[in-house]
């Protein structure tokens, strides 16, 4: 069993910056494939950014790299994604989850946090 905690979220204004943090326990994860999702009211859940838990390699939705930045500490089991520039459109509740490969998908992932919301002012 896989728990992922997502922490970090909160009210900024556009153009600031927010660091999420995702803390996993359960098992070890060099096999597993971690992704941030997001969802705003009356949207579908999308693709924000994803890394491979063992070598780092990331992939992020086209619309949002260059603004948000994901990384993993190994030590601590903990995944982030750093936002900059923050937009009044990036307003959602944020996601972490876990899966055994890399997925634009939202169902390729087994494991999900409860989310934590951000809210963009203008």
């Known amino acids: 069993q896989v728990e992922l905690v997502e922490s970090g979220g909160g009210l900024v204004q556009a153009g600031g910056s927010l660091r999420l943090s995702c803390e996993a326990s359960?098992?070890?994860?060099?096999?597993?494939?971690m992704g941030w999702f997001r969802q705003a009211p009356g949207k579908e859940r999308e693709f924000v950014a994803g890394?491979?838990?063992?070598?780092?390699?990331?992939l992020y939705a086209d619309s949002l790299e260059g603004r948000f930045t994901i990384s993993r500490d190994k030590a601590k089991n903990t995944a982030y994604l750093q936002m900059n520039s923050l937009e009044r459109e990036d307003t959602a509740i944020y996601y972490c989850?876990?899966?055994?490969?890399?997925?634009?998908?939202?169902?390729?992932?087994?494991?999900w946090g409860q989310g934590t919301q951000v809210t963009v002012s203008s």
């Open positions: 989850a876990a899966g055994p490969r890399s997925s634009w998908s939202a169902s390729a992932y087994n494991y």
């Open positions: 890394i491979t838990w063992s070598g780092g390699s990331t």
């Open positions: 359960g098992r070890t994860f060099n096999s597993y494939y």
